[in-house]
T-cell receptor, first 107, second 112 residues
Framework: AQSVSQHNHHVILSEAASLELGCNYS??????LFWYVQYPGQHLQLLLK??????LVKGIKGFEAEFIKSKFSFNLRKPSVQWSDTAEYFC?????FGAGTRLTVKP | DTGVSQDPRHKITKRGQNVTFRCDPI?????LYWYRQTLGQGPEFLTY????????KSRLLSDRFSAERPKGSFSTLEIQRTEQGDSAMYLC??????????FGPGTRLTVL
């Protein structure tokens, strides 16, 4: 069965700090992996996706993620966060979502 | 607005009542999904359709839940004999096969 786990429930950073949010999945077949973001009061929206090819994918707003097949991981990164990145971040394997990580960026 | 829409946005009901939610997907999307989300959790998959066919239904979904997509366009999610544990945000999303999902604003259900 497919499942997704996100390691951090709540991350607090200062502006300009680097971000890495962990995501591990459980599935042995072909994977379609996504990171979605939900800003306060808004819909879930796509940050980036991986289907195949280059394992380093770039998304909107300076985010990127690396697919490491041997580790069943798809971690999200951003070199320098901004206050406006405060949101909830969800990793998804097709239709299976992780529990989410709440990111708070302090100005 | 050509995004996914859901109606109503909020629903308050008494335990034991039936409720029905509607979702209108993006018009060219043939896949439609329903999720439930509670505070502090990610969206929990309930079911999805490809056109009018319901292709998968979560084992977590009790017999009180039913979804339809009769003409392959809008969908309804009905919960019969609601319980307090059904209180949650119900999300609808649509997509093209294998692509990212576009989410609606959700329907917040409160069961008293």
């Amino acid at each position: 069965a497919q499942s997704v786990s996100q390691h951090n429930h709540h991350v607090i950073l200062s502006e300009a700090a680097s971000l890495e949010l962990g995501c591990n999945y459980s599935y042995g077949g072909t994977v379609n992996l996504f990171w979605y973001v939900q800003y306060p009061g808004q819909h879930l929206q796509l940050l980036l996706k991986y289907f195949s090819g280059d394992p380093l994918v770039k998304g909107i707003k300076g985010f990127e993620a690396e697919f490491i097949k041997s580790k069943f991981s798809f971690n999200l990164r951003k070199p320098s966060v901004q206050w406006s990145d405060t949101a909830e971040y969800f990793c998804a394997l097709d239709m299976r979502f992780g529990a989410g990580t709440r990111l708070t960026v302090k100005p | 607005d050509t995004g996914v829409s859901q109606d109503p946005r909020h629903k308050i009901t008494k335990r034991g009542q039936n409720v029905t939610f509607r979702c209108d997907p993006i018009s060219e999307h043939n896949r439609l999904y329903w999720y439930r989300q509670t505070l502090g959790q990610g969206p929990e998959f309930l079911t999805y359709f490809q056109n009018e066919a319901q292709l998968e239904k979560s084992r977590l979904l009790s017999d009180r839940f039913s979804a339809e997509r009769p003409k392959g366009s809008f969908s309804t999610l009905e919960i019969q004999r609601t319980e307090q544990g059904d209180s949650a945000m119900y999300l609808c999303a649509s997509s093209l096969p294998g692509n990212e999902q576009f989410f609606g604003p959700g329907t917040r259900l409160t069961v008293l």
